[in-house]
């Protein structure tokens, strides 16, 4: 709908009651969900600069980015017949914009997390075709109290490990890595209680990506903390920057 948040695809929807809470709502052959999202005590977190997420050297390759990073939510969950109450904390993110990927981009590695100190960490990589990290790579930090700072290419590392999954078609993802922001004194361990969260879509859009659930483990100044998020990694298979580029 143009009018208000109400996207549906057949029987699956999302959309706004009236107390705007999110209200998610899908099912399949063997799982289905019933939740509801509340927004939270934390203010959307706006990514980028002056909430502008430049994405590529072209003046017009950006998009807007927020995040909800910490939503109360309860609702059920259904596997094979058998159906579980459950309650937790989501991230939402909202990005659109005039952005894709330059034909120099092969693809990104981008990740949430929410760290058991009440903070939430969003970072995302461009990859090149010749290994290089592209300039325009950045993340937000949220703090506590829902203030954001920005964190652009030399702010950070993001540096995969040796653990790997190798899909069936051939791509090979690296399923560990670790991140360091200095001037914040975080240092952490992103690892994978599933290595095989591969979509593989080659033969409707071409495009094959992994992602999925990640732990998160490390110090921030001197102090241990823990956490759980949500890793996507494309461009494994072939370059994504040509596919959605159309080249």
């Not at 029987?11 to 939270?40: K, M, Y």
């Not at 939402?92 to 005039?98: C, I, K, S």
Request: hydrophobic share 35%; charged share 20%.
């Amino acid at each position: 709908s143009a009018e208000e948040y109400h996207v549906w695809n057949e029987d699956w929807t999302a959309s706004l009651d009236a107390d705007g809470r999110h209200i998610l709502v899908a099912s399949g052959e063997q799982a289905a969900i019933e939740l509801t999202l509340s927004p939270g005590t934390k203010p959307p977190a706006i990514n980028g600069i002056n909430g502008i997420s430049q994405k590529g050297a072209l003046a017009g390759n950006a998009s807007h980015y927020y995040s909800l990073t910490r939503m109360p939510t309860i609702g059920t969950i259904s596997v094979d017949g058998e159906r579980f109450e459950v309650s937790g904390e989501s991230w939402m993110d909202h990005e659109f914009g005039t952005s894709f990927l330059e034909p120099e981009q092969r693809g990104w590695d981008w990740l949430s997390v929410q760290l058991d100190d009440n903070r939430e960490l969003m970072l995302y990589q461009l990859r090149r075709a010749d290994g290089s990290r592209d300039p325009r790579s950045s993340g937000t930090l949220v703090g506590a109290n829902g203030e954001t700072t920005h964190l652009s290419n030399g702010d950070f590392t993001m540096t995969p490990g040796t653990r790997t999954h190798r899909a069936p078609n051939g791509a090979v993802y690296p399923i560990a890595w670790t991140v360091s922001i200095p001037a914040q004194q975080i240092d952490l361990s992103i690892s994978t209680p599933l290595a095989n969260q591969e979509l593989d879509l080659g033969r409707s859009t071409g495009v094959s990506y992994w992602e999925g659930a990640i732990d998160v483990a490390g110090q921030r100044a001197g102090q241990r903390v823990t956490g759980r998020g949500y890793l996507e990694m494309t461009g494994y298979k072939g370059s994504l920057g040509r596919v959605l580029s159309g080249r």
